[in-house]
């Protein structure tokens, strides 16, 4: 048994409850850290699905026009570079999309539907839309196409204010951590502070005071913060479970990379050496003040 | 070794509670510090031990002026001194033999040879068969005896006793005195203050008196 691990008393003031705040501090960054690691990756593939996807629609005052209008955009449409596919939606495929709104069979048959055509893009090469619509306008007045362009533009903020906002909660939680460690190694100081005192006065250094308090501060947080990351941890699997069941595309599918699992590792022990560094400071702080 | 000039000495902003205290401690001396209650002893022998600073003068400790020491020059400086706490300053969570070990554990010995040496230290003033017991369950006397122990087991150069034998009878006074004796015999300078002034007549010793924060000399060697 090493002397010096016995060298500080059990810490009734400050080591009851350290070890779970640091608990609570580790799993709620961990959740934070997770939710910003799932935004930019479901961010990935929602720009993946509609850039790869555009729409043309058709809509005239003129119904008798609009089928010949359709003919006509599926051949330019087919022979532009990087178009692969081109198809135009039945009435039905339309009814179909219409049905979760409007109720099955509710769609009565001389409701004016505007005709689509879905145009699924090849990754390479890029198409030059404006090429592309200016041709359209000329052989389909009628013609609106429709990149889904904006609607990535506001995904695209909508994540990137979800990651700063975890970013955010993360920073503030290793700051409210840092403040926590600081009054819990004074009261350490405070309730110990005749063996500090002893320590001091036969010729202990500084640095090896400091390092007694480091250490058991030490031992606290990864003792909490492995109590975090294991809460953490399952109610990650249990969302995880959850999305997956649910199945939409849309809904951000929870599913942890090793690379990410190392991201989430890194949390308890950035804790711990939070913990330890600022009862280091804290402790080599308060001996300079003394003679 | 020890030398004090002009020192005086005040805590906070109160009065001062030592004046103009000049003297000088030869290597290997021998000295006791009376005076009645009050009158400075522990507060000279804080300046000593490098508890405290003075307010005004020069101390000059074995050869370094603590004016201009640095702080972390001091661990260093307080190994050579061996105190015996007034009030015994024993870790109550460790046992004796851990109090005792606990100068030579933190300048880096081997564990196994300083456990040893503490328990013969001990043995010595009386204590083989509390070793492992608690300050708690240890009476005044045995309190002062584990502090005694502590102190002398670096074999500091100068050793610094505060009432050391006012917790226990007559012959165990004497017994401790005869090893602050020894330890003076293998050269360890020895200041003792003491308002006992009985143990002064089986000693040879200078001894000086504080009286209202001043220092004179009854007997000078
Ligand atoms: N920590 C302190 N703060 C303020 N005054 C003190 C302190 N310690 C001692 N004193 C005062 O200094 C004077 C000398 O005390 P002390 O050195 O303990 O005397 P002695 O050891 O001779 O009894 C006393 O008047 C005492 O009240
Ligand atoms: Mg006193």
Redesign the pocket.
Known sequence: MDWRKNLLPDHRASGQYLPWVIAVMVYLATLAASAGLTVNKSLGQWRDDLTRNATVQIASARPDSVAQQVEAALKVLRAAPGVEKAEALSRGDLVALLEPWLGSGNVSNDLPMPSLIEVTLAPEPAVDFKALVSKLAKVAPDARMDTHESWIDRLITLARTVQAIAIGIVVLIALATVAIVVFATRAGLAADQQVVEVLHLIGGQDTFIAGRFQSHFLRLALRGGIVGLAAAATTIVMLARFTSELGGSFVPKVHISPFEILILLAVPLAAALTTMITARITVMRSLARIT | MIRFENVGMR??M?PE?LRDINFHLRPGSFHFLT??????????LKLMYLMSRPSRGLITMFGHNMATTPRRKLPALRRRIGVVF?DFHLLDHLSAIDNVALPLRITGFNDEKVVEHAGELLKWVGLAERLQARPATLSGGEKQRVAIARAVIGRPSLLVA?EPTGNVDPAMGSRLMHLFQEMNKLGTTVVI?THDVTLLKDVEASVMA?EN?RLSFLSRR
């Open positions: 805590y906070g109160g509670v005076g009645p209650s009050g009158a400075g002893k522990s507060s000279l007034q505060d203050a504080l924060g």
